[in-house]
């Protein structure tokens, strides 16, 4: 019988470790396997849920016409030589609840999670998902000791999304043909850039009067909390979970995409020690870039207002992780 010269060798598939089988992670587990960009291992504590999702997605392999293992464990040890780590792990909004309410209940988990997880894989870049966003990417970024390139949040690609998508509807034109850029916290005071948003190049200041602008603002502002009020059970994941996709394929395939993303900033926009959200190139090795757009007085304000409200959750934060470690 004929083997090949390299039929021995193992071929080595990317590895995407995605930390809560909830919506979130559950729907970005399907979405990166059936986009064929790596082999998934889906963790969580609940024992047999990410057993039985991994199970229930691998099963529609044939179907979706893909072939990525997708893994589902309670184990970190299962997480070992990850490329890259996504933490949705954490609890959800509900009605009434605003991102920060999550701080007390979320910071032990990410934490805890982004420890165990660096363990297993040291040469991993982390994306985190979970709520408030930009503080629990610092307090990740804190725990792992990582260089700023390899960990990121993912906030700005999703409420850029929502942004396009509701200029879009407005003016009943393709979303494809939109583009935009949200920067900030991902919050309340997140900051759209309406000068950054165009329809095929064409700025949409010159599409709709201000009026109109800013309703479109403030709805994207409020794109979580309205999806939470209509749901009462539970948040948005079909969405976020794209946005996390774009970040993870944009870094497996070095695509070198410019997308918003909380980063870690050491002068940048006259900001220091925060993660914030702002237009950075995502490649290889992570954030291979933090771009420096050119923000009128105003513009530049609002960004430092969010990111002063990111610092004053980020000490409330440390202060209840202090307490509970007491």
């Known amino acids: 019988m004929y083997h090949s010269p390299s039929s021995s060798i193992l071929c080595h598939s990317p590895r995407v470790t995605v930390i809560g ?4 992670g559950s729907t970005l587990a399907q979405r990166i396997a059936e986009k064929n960009l790596a082999d998934v291992v889906l963790l969580d504590i609940v024992e047999g849920i990410p057993q039985g999702l991994a199970l229930d997605l691998m099963e529609a ?9 997708i893994i589902g464990t309670n184990n970190y040890a299962d997480t070992t030589g990850s490329e890259i780590v996504v933490i949705t792990a954490g609890f959800p909004r509900k009605p009434g609840m605003s991102r920060d309410d999550l701080l007390r209940t979320n910071a032990k ?6 420890k165990k ?3 297993h894989s040291p040469d991993a870049i982390f994306i985190v998902v979970t709520n408030p966003l930009d503080v629990m990417t610092y307090l990740a970024w804190q725990a792992t000791g990582l260089p700023r390139a390899r960990i990121m949040g993912m906030a700005g690609v999703l409420d850029s999304a929502r942004f396009e998508t509701f200029i879009a509807m407005e003016l009943g034109v393709l979303p494809g043909d939109v583009k935009a850029m949200v920067m900030g916290s991902h919050g309340d005071l997140m900051v759209p850039l309406p000068r950054y948003a165009t329809v095929n190049g064409i700025p949409i200041t010159q599409l709709l009067d201000a009026a109109t602008i800013e309703r479109l603002i403030e709805r994207t502002r409020n794109g979580g909390a309205e999806i939470v009020e209509l749901m ?3 948040g948005a994941f079909f969405a976020p979970a794209s946005a996390t996709c774009v970040m993870v394929e944009s870094i497996l395939l070095n695509q070198s995409r410019l997308l918003p993303v909380a980063a870690y900033l050491q002068g940048e926009y006259g900001l220091n020690d925060v993660f914030i959200g702002v237009p950075c190139r995502l490649g290889c090795g992570g954030i291979a870039e933090v771009l420096e757009l ?4 105003e513009e530049t304000q609002a960004l430092h207002l969010s990111a002063e409200s990111v610092r004053r959750n980020i000490d409330k934060a440390q202060e209840i992780l202090t307490n509970v470690s007491k």
């Open 294 to 297: 050119s923000l009128t007085e």
């Open 117 to 119: 997880a660096i363990a």
């Open 21 to 24: 089988a909830g919506r979130v």
């Open 109 to 114: 988990i990410v934490v805890e999670a982004a």
């Open 232 to 234: 009462h059970t539970g």
């Open 61 to 69: 392999r044939g179907l979706e016409l893909h072939h990525r293992k």
